[in-house]
């Protein structure tokens, strides 16, 4: 706060003190707390609203785990399902998580390899037209991007029909199906808050480090096992709980790419809330989803070994 003042003066700081508590207060705080009150009542007509029918309860948690049965969970696409005794709503709410990680674990994948050349091996002089080929596709909003996808991943699609025509396969491949082109969309839509945080982690890093540990004889595979990715686990950490907590939240994307036979908790909440019109059960059902993400985040930390001021970073 002293820095602020220093900086920008006790009347400018004051500013940016009042608008940043007002954005707080107004639209993350008070919205919230009415929901989690909301989400301990019973839904009810307006006219029985503060009647004997209105009082605090669990029943809208409890919601969660009725209706049980014998219920199949896909752990992984193209793999045979698990059945388990369950609802179908636990069911739903274990596949987002399930495939959330998953999304997660193919975006590091896919991004760390991206991120060590942008910020030791690319040269200085083109990272900066890299960084804007990558960032185009951010100029177009998320719902497009999504049934462009959509288009691309159809059965007579560009994307089977330039397989078909290179003669990699000889019959189309059904892209839509399961969660297989909610996993891609997801991984399309997302990938750049993973790569971005990575990026900023190992440009951090000596060069200095990374040549010691080749004269002293490490292969690659070590440098960056005892090296580079101890020093970017901020940057890791912080972005695996961005792609998972933007994957587990999702509802544009499940909702143009997923087939019939994959659902995402998201859609259930949208169900309850605007379809069923019970904001009740909605806001109980939105809840859960944070608790899964405040639990991912506390995970994240205890596994990298870094504070929450680190993955803010």
């Given at each position: ?72 969970l ?96 000889q ?42 540990a ?47 036979h ?5 859609e ?5 809330m ?40």
């Amino acid at each position: 706060m002293s820095e602020l003042v220093r900086r920008y003066g006790l009347g400018l700081s004051g500013v940016f003190v009042a608008l940043t508590a007002f954005w707080l207060l107004m639209l993350v705080i008070l919205p919230d707390l009415y929901l989690f009150e909301n989400s301990f009542r019973p839904y009810l007509p307006v006219v029985e609203t503060g009647g004997p029918k209105d009082f605090y309860s669990l029943n809208n948690y409890l919601n969660f785990h009725s209706d049980l049965g014998w219920q199949n969970l896909t752990l992984f696409p193209g793999l045979p399902q698990i059945s388990m005794y369950a609802s179908i709503h636990e069911v739903v709410f274990l596949e987002t998580i399930v495939f959330s990680s998953l999304v997660t674990i193919l975006c590091f994948a896919i991004t760390y390899p991206i991120a060590y050349f942008l910020a030791k091996v690319a040269n200085p002089r083109s990272v900066g037209t890299l960084f804007l080929v990558l960032l185009i596709p951010l100029w177009v909003s998320e719902i497009l991007r999504c049934f462009a996808l959509f288009i691309i991943l159809s059965l007579k699609g560009p994307l089977n029909m330039s397989l078909i025509g290179l003669g990699i396969i000889q019959d189309p491949i059904h892209w839509i199906s399961d969660f297989n082109s909610v996993i891609i969309g997801l991984v399309y839509v997302y990938i750049l808050f993973m790569l971005f945080p990575i990026y900023n982690a190992i440009q951090s890093l000596d060069s200095n480090q990374i040549e010691a540990a080749r004269d002293l004889g490490a292969p690659w595979w070590r440098t960056h096992w005892r090296v580079i990715m101890p020093h970017s686990k901020p940057g890791i950490a912080s972005g695996c709980v961005m792609v998972f907590m933007l994957s587990a939240g999702s509802l544009f994307v499940p909702s143009v790419l997923g087939s019939t036979h994959s659902r995402w908790f998201t859609e259930v909440i949208q169900q309850w809330m605007f379809e069923n019109q019970d904001w009740n059960t909605g806001a109980a059902y939105a809840f859960l989803l944070l608790l899964l993400c405040i639990i991912f985040v506390s995970l994240m930390m205890s596994v990298f070994r870094v504070s929450l001021t680190d993955i803010a970073k």
